[in-house]
């Protein structure tokens, strides 16, 4: 019986294993360096994506501010408009009495007339602040929903990243480059909103 095998083995196995690792190591440091890549998209999309929902929330407690400053102007109007609609009835009883009415019944009615445009132009200023901070926030929260959609992608080809690198399947790799390029337009996109 021989002491040694007649090939020589160890040579070839040192041989296969440096081949394996040269090939599997390119593929994995190709993945690594994408999916890094991805998790910086990822982070900075997150970001963004916080910082919009913040603004819209900001502006969106702002709107709601505004409204109820705009309807305390608009109940502030209608006592205006009670009070000269009283002188106006008082006014009216001195009529039925055949008596002449006193001088400052026709003041007060003027004042509070006058009162009523000031406050109704205040109002209508509110509501115009308002519906301006509506529509800026409506506008961050559709950029929101683009930056979180980029996130969601980017999470997804991380995943399919990370999948790749354990089975090493070039296509699962392909898959998270294509879901991260659909991040990256997404991304794209709402940056430039």
Not at 72 to 90: F, H, P, S
Request: hydrophobic letters at 45%; zero cysteines; aromatic letters at 6%.
């Amino acid at each position: 019986m021989p002491e040694g095998p007649e090939i020589e083995t160890e040579k070839l196995n040192e041989t296969i294993h440096e081949r394996l690792e040269h090939e599997g190591g390119s593929l994995l440091r190709q993945i690594a360096l994408t999916t890094a890549v991805l998790a910086v998209f990822a982070a900075l999309a997150s970001l963004r994506a916080g910082a919009t929902v913040n603004e819209a929330l900001a502006l969106k407690t702002e709107a709601t501010r505004l409204q109820a400053e705009a309807s305390d102007g608009w109940a502030y109007y209608q006592a205006k408009g009670v009070k000269a609609a009283l002188q106006e009835a008082i006014r009216g009883s001195w009529a039925a009495a055949g008596k002449e009415p006193p001088a400052e019944l026709d003041e007060k009615v003027r004042r509070y007339g006058e009162e009523q445009e000031k406050i109704a132009d205040q109002a209508r200023e509110k509501e115009r602040e308002r519906d301006e901070r509506e529509k800026h926030a409506d506008h961050l929260m559709h950029a929101h929903h683009g930056f979180a959609a980029a996130v969601a992608l980017f999470q997804v080809a991380i995943a399919l990243g990370a999948v790749s690198a354990l089975t090493r399947l070039r296509l699962v790799w392909f898959a998270s480059l294509a879901a991260g390029a659909a991040g990256l337009v997404s991304f794209g996109m709402s940056l430039l909103r």
